[in-house]
């Protein structure tokens, strides 16, 4: 157990519609990443976010948002869903910059599948 | 631009035998760090060995080992005397350590099967 949580574990919608994955990082942990991981395009870095503020942005489409609340559990919003949005969505977490060269922890993802 | 490549087929392994999984990366950056994961079919991420750039020895956890050859920009994976439960997917993956963006950038993975 990473100690990283996310929810849900499965989601099934429509295309169209909005979905909302939710992740609480390990304890003390600032920084939390999302990555996406589908069969064409391998593990990608979507967004970082560190203590509340966005940090980088990777390939992240428009009709994906996030955000990181004060007590550090992250939101990656994800609308007007497409079929080729289906996808293994990971959330990592990592201590403060500073405290040593640490791994990215990972949660146990969120598997959705667009229909 | 970093970049990882895996570009070992699937490998198979023997129980109780050594394998090695390839890594090679490219980056610009004097310091970063090189990181191997294990997903296995249920699907979560699992952290394994971190090595650093300027680390002078090679990094070891238990049964992994990185041998890491920074002239050559490869971070291979040693897992010694292979388990069952060593089959799955292996991602070498890399972070450039400057700055404020720490992603990590993946290799495509490989799958490695362990034979009873």
């Known amino acids: 157990d990473s100690g990283v949580t996310q929810t849900p574990k499965h989601l099934i919608t429509a295309t169209g519609q909005r979905v909302t994955l939710r992740c609480s990082p390990r304890s003390g942990d600032l920084s939390v990443y999302w990555y996406q991981q589908s069969l064409d395009q391998g593990l990608q870095f979507l967004i970082q976010y560190y203590n509340g503020e966005e940090r980088a942005k990777g390939n992240i489409l428009e009709r994906f948002s996030a955000q990181q609340f004060p007590d550090l559990h992250s939101e990656l919003n994800l609308s007007s869903l497409e079929l080729g949005d289906s996808a293994l969505y990971f959330c990592?977490?990592?201590?403060?910059?500073?405290?040593?060269?640490?791994?990215?922890?990972f949660g146990p993802g969120t598997r959705l599948l667009v229909l | 631009a970093q970049k990882i490549t895996q570009t070992q087929p699937g490998m198979f392994v023997q129980e109780k035998e050594a394998v090695t999984l390839d890594c090679t990366y490219d980056?610009?950056?004097?310091?970063?760090?090189l990181f191997w994961y294990k997903q296995p079919s249920s699907g979560e991420m699992i952290f394994l060995i971190y090595?650093?750039?300027?680390?002078?020895q090679n990094a070891t956890e238990g049964r992994y080992s990185l041998n890491f050859q920074k002239a050559r920009k490869s971070a291979n994976l040693v897992i010694s005397a292979s388990q069952l439960g060593d089959s799955a997917m292996y991602f070498c993956a890399m972070r450039e350590e400057a700055g404020a963006n720490s992603k990590l950038t993946f290799g495509k993975g490989i799958t490695l099967s362990v034979r009873p």
């Open positions: 980056t610009s950056d004097p310091s970063y760090g």
């Open positions: 090595q650093g750039s300027y680390d002078q």
């Open positions: 990592a977490s990592s201590p403060r910059r500073g405290e040593g060269a640490g791994p990215q922890y």
